[in-house]
């Protein structure tokens, strides 16, 4: 168990066990080189679809970790990989906005794409089904996992956590969802907080217009607003934290790749 030195918690409240599942942290090779990265998957499954995990603005903590077992639990290949490595540790900051801007805005989407795209063929290379590629993310990743459903064509759906819609975290992100939403590869989930004052609903009804104008991925995506819950409401090492919406969130999450998959 770890401890945020931002949330000032310890990591985590909900522990997955890994008993039948094979899981660790390892060496990701990607195109400069290696990152830190974590896999979980059933003991002796083949071909289980993939499933990548996109960290939270924190990057690939215990969370993050315990979510890739909750997924193997389920029959799947889940993946994360520590997407920040390049540019620093955030585990160095604690105060959010300093994070931001010393690394979070220094990290550019055609990175995380490219290590991201590393993630699913790794996970394919070692008996993971790639063929049935889904993607999740949260907060930081919720807002990545919109953009690698336009990116990637061999990815069949997405759930995306409370992640920006029509904002980045810094220059380098020239797109955002809003931009893409009409050409995704496949269908989104996407699962927001009508209480998160990042993401205004305002933001969330323009991502819906321009879902409805898009392709068939784009018209089949939905998404769904919990009135009562704040940002990252399933994360349930912080405060934010509402167990009844994560629930129902992740019960959601779990039918939209099964239908998908």
């Not at 994360?80 to 620093?88: D, F, I, V």
């Not at 930081?140 to 759930?159: F, I, Q």
């Not at 969330?204 to 009135?227: F, T």
Request: aromatic share 10%; proline share 5%.
């Amino acid at each position: 168990m770890s401890f945020s030195p931002i949330t000032g918690q310890a990591e985590t409240t909900i522990h997955t066990p890994a008993e039948g599942l094979d899981e660790g942290s390892f060496k990701l090779p990607t195109f400069d080189g290696t990152i830190d990265a974590y896999y979980a998957r059933p003991k002796n499954q083949a071909n289980a679809p993939v499933v990548l995990v996109i960290q939270e603005i924190f990057g690939l903590h215990e969370h993050i970790r315990d979510v890739c077992r909750r997924f193997a639990n389920e029959g799947y290949f889940a993946v994360s990989a520590e997407l920040y490595q390049r540019q620093g540790d955030p585990n160095a900051y604690s105060a959010i906005p300093d994070l931001v801007a010393n690394i979070v805005s220094k990290v550019s989407d055609e990175q995380v794409l490219a290590d991201l795209d590393a993630c699913a063929k790794w996970a394919g290379e070692r008996g993971g089904d790639a063929s049935r590629l889904g993607v999740t993310g949260f907060c930081w990743g919720g807002r990545l996992t919109w953009m690698y459903m336009e990116h990637n064509p061999a990815a069949k759906a997405g759930v995306a956590w409370y992640g920006k819609l029509a904002t980045g975290h810094g220059p380098l992100q020239k797109r955002n969802p809003v931009d893409v939403a009409q050409t995704l590869k496949g269908p989104v989930l996407g699962l927001y907080g009508g209480q998160d004052a990042s993401i205004p609903l305002d933001d969330v009804r323009r991502m819906e217009a321009e879902l409805a104008k898009g392709n068939e991925a784009a018209r089949a995506s939905r998404i769904v607003v919990y009135p009562d819950s704040g940002h990252a409401f399933y994360a349930d090492y912080r405060p934010s934290y509402r167990e009844a919406d994560a629930k129902v969130g992740w019960a959601k999450a779990l039918e939209w790749f099964k239908t998908h998959l």
